[in-house]
T-cell receptor
Framework: GQQLNQSPQSMFIQEGEDVSMNCTSSSIFNTWLWYKQDPGEGPVLLIALYKAGELTSNGRLTAQFGITRKDSFLNISASIPSDVGIYFC?????FGKGTLLTVNP | GAGVSQSPSNKVTEKGKDVELRCDPI?????LYWYRQSLGQGLEFLIYFQGNSAPDKSGLPSDRFSAERTGGSVSTLTIQRTQQEDSAVYFCASSPQHNEQFFGPGTRLTVL
């Protein structure tokens, strides 16, 4: 099956800082997706990427689909306390192991 | 419109008993997925249904696990002879095609 490597596993930052996380795959993907999971909830889609090289923003979130089609990153600018949660990358039905983000007010 | 719903929200069972978990996907979504998530872990793929095609069962951990999708809509995940290591949150997701997935709230299964 698809192998997704997501890093970092966890991050602890101060409110207002920017955050970056990334994902690499062992094979080429046609779609990269980024989800956020709040405690006790199911994951919610944040950003979907469909073209190699595509850079997409959603508010303070920016994500890019790597040119090689084997990687993607997600940036969060000016973090706020409600950004806390687990962020997952996904593609072709497979999910990364997640990045746990903690924001210190 | 309604999102993905799952029932029950919580299930406590004794080791060795069978359990059934239900998923009602978003109407019109052709793809349906089951995942499980152990405490503090990522999402583990279990099974994927796409339209009338044969399901991708490659993620089912053992033959105690099975799933059906009736009429291309509702799905049931069945775990036979439950074990303590089956304890996890089981998520269902549906998708209009094989990409963007919309997740249900999950069923928390506890096997005593």
């Amino acid at each position: 099956g698809q192998q997704l490597n997501q890093s970092p596993q966890s991050m602890f930052i101060q409110e207002g800082e920017d955050v970056s996380m990334n994902c690499t795959s062992s094979s080429i993907f046609n779609t990269w997706l980024w989800y956020k999971q709040d405690p006790g909830e199911g994951p919610v889609l944040l950003i979907a990427l469909y073209k190699a090289g595509e850079l997409t923003s959603n508010g303070r979130l920016t994500a890019q689909f790597g040119i090689t089609r084997k990687d993607s990153f997600l940036n969060i600018s000016a973090s706020i306390p409600s950004d806390v949660g687990i962020y997952f990358c996904a593609g072709e039905g497979a999910f990364g192991k997640g990045t746990l983000l903690t924001v210190n007010p | 419109g309604a999102g993905v719903s799952q029932s029950p929200s919580n299930k406590v069972t004794e080791k060795g008993k069978d359990v059934e978990l239900r998923c009602d996907p978003i109407s019109g979504h052709t793809a349906l997925y089951w995942y499980r998530q152990s405490l503090g872990q990522g999402l583990e793929f279990l099974i994927y249904f796409q339209g009338n095609s044969a399901p991708d069962k490659s993620g089912l951990p053992s033959d105690r696990f099975s799933a059906e999708r009736t009429g291309g809509s509702v799905s049931t995940l069945t775990i036979q002879r439950t074990q303590q290591e089956d304890s996890a949150v089981y998520f269902c997701a549906s998708s209009p095609q094989h990409n963007e997935q919309f997740f249900g709230p999950g069923t928390r299964l506890t096997v005593l």
